[in-house]
């Protein structure tokens, strides 16, 4: 076996965090080996960048904030991810390159081409086997994610915006839908968890059968 490869995505507040903890609980509790990371971070320089990029005191460009996000990425693929999957193990991380493409992409207005061309160079083309796209009302997000304490600097960004990465999110689903499975984040969590496992525990016993 190679791994599994599994990203959550979603606009803040959608609860990724909140399944990743659930998935983890039942990987655990199924006996499957399984590394849980995030972006940004994840390494020791990705934790750096992250501590930039979510700022609020910062004022970054468009094209600098995505090369910040591609730089950690680029370090999360190559010291993390790949040698997880090469040891067989289900890799879940907490956004990939889908965010980059929905927030610095539809949200910023970079030019896609680019974002996929540096994506490409900085993941070696590595792509999750399954996205669990949590989808609902960024203003709703943004309410959610508003009691888990201050706004971070992408937090803080006005609701078209928010808008503008939802739809990004939506049309990545529409474009590949083998991959992506877009779920309503407004369920009550442990529905959603429940569907999870099921897709995700399907996948496991395809792959190795025990
Ligand atoms: N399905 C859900 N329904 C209602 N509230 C939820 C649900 N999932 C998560 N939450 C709550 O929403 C907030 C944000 O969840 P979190 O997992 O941190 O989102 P994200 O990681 O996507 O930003 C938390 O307070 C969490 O308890
Ligand atoms: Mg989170």
């Given at each position: 076996m190679t791994g599994l490869f599994i990203s959550f995505e979603g606009p803040e507040g959608a609860g990724k965090s909140t399944q990743q903890r659930h998935l983890a609980a039942r990987l655990e509790q199924a006996g499957y080996p399984f590394l849980m990371t995030r972006e940004p971070g994840g390494t020791p320089l990705g934790t750096r960048v992250r501590e930039v990029l979510l700022d609020p005191?910062?004022?970054i460009g468009a094209l600098s904030e995505f090369l910040l996000y591609s730089a950690s990425r680029a370090q999360l693929v190559q010291?993390?991810?790949?040698?997880a999957l090469g040891r067989g193990e289900v890799?879940?991380?907490?956004?990939?390159?889908?965010?980059?493409l929905a927030y610095q992409g539809a949200g910023r207005g970079l030019n896609p081409e680019l974002l996929r061309d540096v994506?490409?160079?900085?993941?070696?083309?590595l792509q999750p086997h399954l996205t669990l796209l949590l989808d609902l009302d960024?203003?709703?997000g943004l309410q959610r994610a508003a009691q888990t304490g201050q706004p971070d600097?992408?937090?803080?960004a006005d609701l078209s915006f928010h808008q503008r990465v939802r739809q990004g999110f939506l049309a990545l689903a529409a474009q590949a839908p083998e991959r992506v499975l877009l779920l309503d984040a407004t369920r009550p969590e442990t529905e959603l968890a429940d569907e999870i496992w099921s897709v995700v525990g399907g996948l496991l016993r395809v792959l190795s059968p025990r």
């Open positions: 005191e910062l004022e010291d993390v991810i790949r040698p890799v879940v991380c907490d956004r990939y390159a889908d965010s980059s994506t490409w160079e900085a993941t070696g083309g960024p203003a709703l600097r992408l937090e803080r």
